[in-house]
């Protein structure tokens, strides 16, 4: 992302030790890799069943967009906009792959482009706000998205959203069914986490630690704040867009109420339960939230009841999500 290269400036890594954090690099990992592989590998074992295929492509997509709100949450700032960028990504691709006819791969990067383009304008202008002002221009932005969205006639169907989007296709191989779509949707989420937890063995991801604990001491450290939580900003905001451009081709339709602001909500929902700080929490977050959606579609209100319900009980008794569960057994263990 060469909008995403021109903030990474080179600052020195903080002073202050960063947090722990079950994001941390470490010997753990590689216990965690293969119960990766075998969690994405698992709809192989049920492909006679559409709907647990169905499932698995959506917990994937969700990983990849929840990622996103985990980078930029490590910075102290909670962007309730999340979805808008994922529609942003979502539209573009569509567009470009039905009006314009491009490939596949030209379509998504051209959905994640404009996200993190959309990403970096609206952050130089809100990025100086901390705190409830923060989450109230991204609340607003979200809304204003959507409505563009519903106003946007021809080009984006209104109400009535774009449908009959042809299938992926990659190397003239179409994506048509649910089972070969997930591989797609399965490598594409295995890499996001591989990218994340690359990024925080980095200077760069020390410092988004250092911004998101302490912004006084990591200013005082030489860490540019702005341009740190810009950056984790971009970032985010690009795998949202590649979650919407991903999901876009793969309902084979779009519309403005699938990017409205209780897709942000979910999004947040599903981060706080897995645990914020870690790579593994928008993994668990997703694993359990995105059948909720499915399983209780026709009954919306028990769906939100349920929602409510596991964020009041997560907050209350696993104030660090379900990942804290496995820190506090290491703690009786005396593990590190």
């Given at each position: 992302?060469?909008?995403?290269?021109?903030?990474?400036?080179?600052?020195?890594?903080?002073?202050?030790?960063?947090?722990?954090?079950?994001?941390?690099?470490?010997?753990?990992?590689?216990?965690?890799?293969?119960?990766?592989?075998?969690?994405?590998?698992?709809?192989?074992?049920?492909?006679?069943?559409?709907?647990?295929?169905?499932?698995?492509?959506?917990?994937?997509?969700?990983?990849?967009?929840?990622?996103?709100?985990?980078?930029?949450?490590?910075?102290?700032?909670?962007?309730?906009?999340?979805?808008?960028?994922?529609?942003?990504?979502?539209?573009?691709?569509?567009?470009?792959?039905?009006?314009?006819?491009?490939p596949f791969f030209v379509?998504?990067?051209?959905?994640?482009?404009?996200?993190?383009?959309?990403?970096?304008?609206?952050?130089?202008?809100i990025l100086r706000l901390?705190?409830?002002?923060?989450?109230?221009?991204t609340f607003c932005f979200?809304?204003?998205?959507?409505?563009?969205?519903?106003?946007?006639?021809?080009?984006?169907?209104?109400?009535?959203?774009?449908?009959?989007?042809?299938?992926?296709?990659?190397?003239?191989?179409?994506?048509?069914?649910?089972?070969?779509?997930?591989?797609?949707?399965?490598?594409?989420?295995?890499?996001?986490?591989?990218?994340?937890?690359?990024?925080?063995?980095?200077?760069?991801?020390?410092?988004?630690?250092?911004?998101?604990?302490?912004?006084?001491?990591?200013?005082?450290?030489?860490?540019?704040?702005?341009?740190?939580?810009?950056?984790?900003?971009?970032?985010?905001?690009?795998?949202?867009?590649?979650?919407?451009?991903?999901?876009?081709?793969?309902?084979?339709?779009?519309?403005?109420?699938?990017?409205?602001?209780?897709?942000?909500?979910?999004?947040?929902?599903?981060?706080?339960?897995?645990?914020?700080?870690?790579?593994?929490?928008?993994?668990?977050?997703?694993?359990?939230?995105?059948?909720?959606?499915?399983?209780?579609?026709?009954?919306?209100?028990?769906?939100?009841?349920?929602?409510?319900?596991?964020?009041?009980?997560?907050?209350?008794?696993?104030?660090?999500?379900?990942?804290?569960?496995?820190?506090?057994?290491?703690?009786?263990?005396?593990?590190?």
């Open positions: 992302m060469d909008d995403a290269s021109t903030m990474h400036a080179h600052h020195p890594a903080p002073t202050a030790p960063a947090p722990a954090s079950p994001a941390a690099p470490g010997g753990a990992w590689k216990a965690w890799i293969p119960a990766l592989l075998a969690l994405f590998a698992a709809p192989m074992l049920l492909a006679g069943n559409p709907f647990y295929v169905h499932l698995a492509v959506l917990i994937c997509i969700n990983v990849i967009f929840v990622n996103g709100l985990s980078v930029i949450s490590r910075t102290g700032q909670l962007s309730f906009c999340h979805a808008a960028f994922m529609g942003m990504g979502a539209f573009t691709a569509v567009i470009c792959t039905t009006r314009l006819q491009t379509s998504v990067l051209a959905g994640v482009g404009l996200s993190v383009l959309v990403a970096w304008l609206l952050g130089a202008v901390q705190g409830v002002y923060f989450v109230l221009v979200g809304e204003l998205f959507r409505l563009v969205l519903l106003e946007g006639g021809s080009l984006t169907g209104g109400a009535n959203g774009i449908a009959n989007i042809p299938p992926a296709s990659v190397f003239g191989f179409a994506l048509d069914t649910k089972l070969s779509f997930y591989f797609l949707a399965a490598a594409s989420a295995f890499a996001s986490i591989v990218l994340l937890i690359a990024l925080f063995k980095t200077p760069r991801g020390h410092e988004l630690d250092a911004v998101g604990d302490n912004p006084d001491l990591a200013e005082a450290s030489g860490i540019g704040i702005q341009s740190t939580q810009m950056f984790a900003f971009l970032l985010g905001s690009g795998l949202a867009g590649f979650a919407g451009a991903l999901l876009a081709h793969y309902l084979g339709f779009v519309s403005p109420e699938s990017f409205s602001q209780h897709v942000s909500v979910a999004a947040i929902i599903m981060l706080v339960i897995g645990g914020r700080g870690s790579v593994v929490g928008p993994i668990l977050g997703a694993l359990i939230m995105t059948p909720l959606p499915e399983l209780f579609r026709s009954a919306i209100e028990t769906q939100n009841i349920l929602y409510g319900i596991t964020l009041i009980l997560v907050l209350k008794f696993l104030p660090m999500g379900l990942v804290g569960i496995g820190a506090r057994l290491r703690r009786k263990k005396g593990t590190p």
